[in-house]
């Protein structure tokens, strides 16, 4: 009789700080801070300096080491059933 009184006891304790806790939790996630919603930013494309939009970076680059990402996974793609192959 104790031991299941002391089980119910142990368990409205544990209800009661998991309440405390996730109130606590909510009261300071409403208080949590976020940017302004005016824009503040300048007009205008971000990407290159005083040009329209059109092609960023190295596009000849991009697309080699696309080629090349795919001719390393063939290559590793066979390798890897050669040597796992069944012997037989």
Same mark, same amino acid.
């Given at each position: 009789?104790? =031991? !299941? =009184?002391?089980? =119910? /006891?142990?368990?409205? +304790?544990?209800?009661?700080?998991?309440?405390a806790?996730?109130?606590?939790? &909510? $009261?300071?996630?409403?208080? /949590?801070?976020? !940017?302004?919603?005016?824009? *503040?930013?300048? $007009?205008? @494309?971000?990407?290159?300096?005083?040009?329209?939009?059109? &092609?960023?970076? @190295?596009?000849?680059? /991009? &697309?080699? /080491?696309? +080629?090349? +990402?795919?001719?390393?996974?063939v $290559?590793a793609? &066979?390798?890897?059933?050669?040597?796992?192959?069944?012997? *037989?």
């Amino acid at each position: 009789m104790a =031991a !299941a =009184a002391s089980a =119910a /006891a142990t368990t409205a +304790i544990a209800a009661l700080w998991g309440t405390a806790a996730t109130a606590i939790w &909510l $009261v300071s996630a409403m208080s /949590a801070l976020a !940017a302004s919603p005016s824009p *503040g930013a300048p $007009v205008g @494309d971000p990407r290159s300096s005083g040009q329209g939009p059109g &092609l960023v970076g @190295d596009p000849a680059f /991009a &697309l080699l /080491a696309v +080629i090349g +990402i795919g001719v390393a996974s063939v $290559v590793a793609t &066979l390798a890897y059933v050669r040597v796992t192959g069944r012997k *037989g």
